[in-house]
């Protein structure tokens, strides 16, 4: 059995553990498409290898992390989160990373309000994934370093998340054994806000203390959200 953890205020945080294997998602289905429409998308539209590495180390403290931002018009019910990344190391998950971690932040400006390790609790929801839960779905190309990561909050938490209308910020990664061990974040050419990444303690880059918006060619991150729109 797993367990989780809730607490509720005025944000949700959930720390979810388990044990068997993990689920593939073309071996599992746990929430009928069917009963879902896409709320948001941002496709891998973008040549193979545009990416940027999102990751916490606990061991020697680095870390980098990236958000981009969706919008809700209405109010929703989020069921499902799909995001498209890439396993350089082309090693198995449990070797890779020990947990995969979700937050989502309030709009501040066009950029998250706060970061994973600011020590407010500023997110509005936080749901961290032990990589040894048979419900973390993840998608691997053994012929490519494809590795995309689908997460039900259905089945995690055996309830969706309730958003109400606005800007959040998504923010995604793992929580890897070893430094030169990431999961890279695949990039989208969708036009929508600019994505962000930070590297609070500067280790990795001493400019980027604060979110800093991504520049280049491509300047969205890829990733899906499923549920429902209400009316």
């Known amino acids: 059995m797993g367990k989780i953890f809730l607490v509720l205020k005025s944000l949700i945080v959930l720390v979810v553990f388990g044990f068997?294997?993990?689920?593939?998602?073309?071996?599992?289905?746990?929430?009928?498409?069917?009963?879902?429409?896409?709320?948001?998308?941002?496709?891998?539209?973008?040549?193979?290898?545009?990416?940027?590495?999102?990751?916490?180390?606990?061991?020697?403290?680095?870390?980098?992390?990236?958000a981009d931002n969706f919008i809700l018009e209405q109010p929703a019910r989020i069921e499902r989160i799909t995001?498209?990344?890439?396993?350089?190391?082309?090693?198995?998950?449990?070797?890779?990373?020990?947990?995969?971690?979700?937050r989502i932040f309030a709009d501040d400006n066009g950029r998250p309000l706060g970061h994973?390790?600011?020590?407010?609790?500023?997110?509005?929801?936080?749901?961290?994934?032990?990589?040894?839960?048979?419900?973390?779905?993840?998608?691997?190309?053994?012929?490519?370093?494809?590795?995309?990561?689908?997460?039900?909050?259905?089945?995690?938490?055996?309830?969706?998340?309730?958003?109400?209308?606005g800007v959040y910020w998504l923010c995604l990664y793992f929580d890897t054994r070893y430094l030169e061990y990431s999961w890279y974040w695949r990039y989208s050419g969708?036009?929508?806000?600019?994505?962000?990444?930070?590297?609070?303690y500067g280790r990795l880059n001493q400019h980027a203390r604060e979110w800093n918006a991504l520049s280049g060619s491509y300047y969205n991150l890829a990733f899906r959200i499923e549920g429902m729109i209400y009316d």
């Open 20 to 66: 068997g294997s993990i689920g593939h998602a073309q071996e599992q289905n746990p929430v009928d498409v069917g009963l879902m429409e896409v709320i948001w998308y941002q496709p891998v539209d973008t040549p193979r290898f545009s990416s940027f590495y999102s990751f916490f180390n606990r061991q020697d403290s680095t870390a980098n992390f990236l």
């Open 83 to 102: 995001a498209f990344g890439r396993n350089v190391r082309q090693i198995s998950i449990r070797e890779l990373a020990t947990i995969f971690s979700i």
């Open 116 to 165: 994973p390790l600011d020590g407010n609790d500023s997110h509005i929801f936080a749901l961290d994934v032990s990589t040894d839960n048979n419900s973390l779905q993840v998608m691997e190309s053994y012929d490519s370093d494809e590795m995309n990561v689908i997460i039900s909050l259905t089945e995690l938490i055996g309830e969706p998340l309730v958003l109400e209308s």
């Open 190 to 200: 969708a036009k929508s806000y600019t994505a962000y990444y930070i590297s609070p």
